[in-house]
């Protein structure tokens, strides 16, 4: 009964590739400098917060993706390829050390949860295009809804782990551990881009075959 719904291939799936894009240990020290001056409580509830507007973001496009491709004249074949394209460059930015910039709080005139941390931060491009394509990719729907529904669920529960323990885990791993892990984090992006890639390269291959 729950196979005709949920799909646990899918479901790792995309929650592997969301998470790696969205990269929550890597964006423990930017979460750090920009609520450097919030005593524990604002910087508990700018993790609350950030973490739901990422949230919201991804799973409106998970959901209405589909509507808008559509809408757009757009296949899926071509949102994979593309997608794939700028999965590689966040995949290239983790490897060269382009995301380690961080931002001067005194130039934060807006709440940081929801701007720049919720959104571009975390709910970026890369993790709003994954989030489509993974639930394009599924036969049915249905299964591709809930599927990736509860990918983003529990890639949510762990960023809010990680913001909400930010201070904690940037002291025990340090800044060298999490840029060796940012490094990982950017080497399987690349590979599961290229995969993307090749896929869809496949998928218009067919469709022009079979045209």
Known sequence: MLDTVFNPTLFATAFTTILVIQDPLGAIPIFLSL?????HAER???????????????????IFGRYILRFLGITV??????????????ALELLTDKTDEHPDPDA???NAALVPLGTPLLAGPGAIVAAMVAVDSASDP???WV??????VATHVVIWVALRFSASLHRILG???????TRIFGLLLAAIAV??????????VDTIMGA
């Open 147 to 152: 599927s990736v529904t509860a990918a983003i």
């Open 35 to 39: 609520t450097s001056r919030q005593t």
């Open 195 to 204: 995969q993307m890639m090749a896929d869809g390269v496949l998928a218009y």
């Open 175 to 181: 800044e060298s551990v999490i840029q060796v892990l």
């Open 44 to 62: 508990t509830r700018s993790a609350r917060q950030a973490t739901l507007v990422s949230f919201a973001v991804i799973l409106a496009f998970a």
């Open 142 to 144: 249905v299964v591709g």
């Open 77 to 90: 074949p071509a949102l994979q390829i593309s997608g794939g394209l700028l999965l590689l460059l966040v």
């Open 108 to 110: 934060v005139v807006t």
